[in-house]
């Protein structure tokens, strides 16, 4: 059993520095965690807190419901795999892998026992008598997570592995995380600020920005029911597509205005939205140029600004009184540029946000009715 | 083309002139050791006429040079393995842990490359007799140690500097403490550095002449630079002999430097740790 829970959490650097604010989260053993986040939003600095590599400046973390504030890292159980691989370069393979237990006083029959298998299963047996700088960059992240995996920890710390790697490796190292997780079935905390790795491998993600949780959720959660408009602009790529609009209810059904076009809208708005202005957001591939397979689209008119085609899809740009949108439709649809075409949104996609606060201030009638059907 | 031309072989005219200002002093040393005295002052830069080997028997003659080479020796090696030792540790506290006030106990020590020795004299004197040091070796070495830190721990903090502080953590994280991960990882990536600050310690305390007059007596204890003070009591102003002298025991000093050549070259370009 390996929970992890962070209380009430803080850091503050010298010069009243506010690194991370009141960051809470309960995490189960077993689960895969990613810190998700722009640069400088506090997500390696939680992860080093976690690490015991930073002090912490307020709040409790527990391991296995043992406060671990005071631990040295070695203490903790925990096992770490950093951005720039930190092997050490005077080591070989083998060394930096048996260094831990090295320094536990193990024999070296007990050693060799334990990396043997370790390096098989990474496929660095061939390796092992070579020092870092004779490996190539997958071969060395291999390296490192065979060092944090050899000490059998509670918890798996990872702190963006994959930055320091060309694309494609990127993917490949980031199957191998998944499979060795599965395998593992280890507590796994990883972050990133690269969204398709949170969304490939997280159980749930948890969304930071200049040190507070945006959100907390599973990658579908977060994808279809962002909490917030910075959640929604942040995953997804294309990024969503934000139209300020003009709220209005007419006998009681709410419906919206977007440069003279109304749409009514079929879900419930935040009853706590006084406000008339709002801004829509709707992800590019949610909004159709065709009505098929939609079962409550919503139609608004626009011309055809500029069109790209991208391999299987083929990305629009239109414009809605002042804003610009994108859409991606597959590329089996015949569309020219300049052309004015009916754009169909799907209505069960539709994402408000309130001006004000950015919350998420609507719910689709599809969601509603999922809801109520459980 | 041609300009380029010009500048290469002014290059070389330049380098070969820079060498020379080294080399020909240090030919001349060997070879004076060979000529008698009348040859050397009509021919002090060629080849001798006659090779005369009497004067660097007379070197090795009465044994002397040996014990004198014995003490330099010792007294050498104790100020580098101490220099080292407590250069690196002080200089590994200094890039890793920023404790409070840090800067000003550095800045001090640093303080200490400004001073020279020979201002010194008399309060080191003083110190020494009063800590019991007086014509002893360590009466040497201990001081010697102490003016060498400060370029020592700007050396080796500059380089402990631009080893990556994630090498700490991943090293914290598998259980290493402050001493572990300076036995184990500081000191085997220091090897350059180590081996730079090693030879100027090394030359430094070979040739220093100033402390250990200052604080030897007895002449059993005497570095060779106090016995060419005796040679020179006894042969009057004997040049070749001297020259002799010289070359026998600045070769120990050459041939280390010659050894760690290749790692002060890297220790001084300052070569990053990668991977």
Redesign the interface.
Known sequence: MASVEFKHIEKIYPGNVHTVKDFNLKINDGEFIVFLGPSGCGKSTTL?ML???EDISGGEILINDKVVNDL???ERD???V?????????MTVYQNIA??LR??GLSKAEIEKKVRPVADMLELTPLLDR???A?SGGQ?QRVAMG?AMV?TPEVFLFDEPLSNLDAKLRNSMRTEIKILHKKMKKTTIYVTHDQVEAMTLADRIVILRDGKVEQVGTPSEIYHSPANKFVAGFIGSPAMNFIPIELAKDEGCWFVDISGQKLNLLGDVDDNQTATKATLGIRPCDIHITPDLLTNPLVIKGKVENLELLGSTIQLTSRLGDSQIAIEAPSSHVVNEDEVINFYIDESRLQMFSDQSGLSIYKPKAVLESVTDQ | MFAMRKIRWGKYIFLMLVAGFVLVPMFATVLGGFKSLGELRTNPFGLPDVWEFEYYAQVFADGSIWLLMKNSLIIAFFSVLLTLIIGTMTAFTFSHIKFAGYKYIYNYFLIGMMFPAAAAILPLFLKIRDLGLLDSLSGVVIPQVAFGLGFSILLFRSFFEQL?S??F????????SYI?FYW??IL??STPILATVGVFVLVASWNNYLLPLLVLNTEQQYPWTLGIMQYRGEYGIEWNRILAYVTVTITPAIVFFLFAQKYIVEGLTGGA???
């Open positions: 080093r690490a015991g590599l040295e890292p070695i925990i096992a770490m950093f951005q720039s691989y930190a092997l050490y370069p005077h260094f831990a320094l536990a020092k870092p700088k490996l060395r060092r000490r | 990556p994630e090498l953590d991943a090293a914290r994280v598998d259980g290493c572990k184990h990882v085997p990536l740790v990668k991977g």
